[in-house]
């Protein structure tokens, strides 16, 4: 059974960064691309960045590009979002989540973790 915890959410001010880390178990990872996804109150969920488990490929929504950074460490099956510059419109849930590299469905998902930013 696949497993994805996030942690690392939080309330930071405008302009602040928070880190978010999402530890992966319960299967080999090689074969598939992680995202981080975020859903705002009245919002759809939105994919926010995705990186594939053995490339490194990745890849970002426009409104987080140049200001989040997603990595992933194999040795410790984490995936982190480094969201540097928030902006109040980032509040969300930010929920990781998983995918095999041949399926666009994201089958597996964490509980998600708060993140708000006060302006």
């Known amino acids: 059974q696949v497993q994805l915890v996030e942690s690392g959410g939080g309330l930071v001010q405008a302009g602040g960064s928070l880190r978010l880390s999402c530890l992966a178990s319960?299967?080999?990872?090689?074969?598939?691309?992680m995202g981080w996804f975020r859903q705002a109150p009245g919002k759809e969920r939105e994919v926010v960045a995705s990186?594939?488990?053995?490339?490194?490929?990745?890849g970002y929504a426009g409104s987080v590009k140049s200001r989040f950074t997603i990595s992933r460490d194999s040795a410790k099956y984490t995936v982190s979002l480094q969201m540097t510059r928030l902006k109040p419109e980032d509040t969300a849930v930010y929920y990781c989540a998983t995918r095999a590299v041949t399926s666009r469905n994201y089958a597996y998902w964490g509980q998600g973790t708060q993140v708000t930013v006060s302006s």
């Open positions: 990186i594939s488990w053995s490339s490194g490929i990745t």
């Open positions: 319960g299967r080999t990872f090689s074969s598939t691309v």
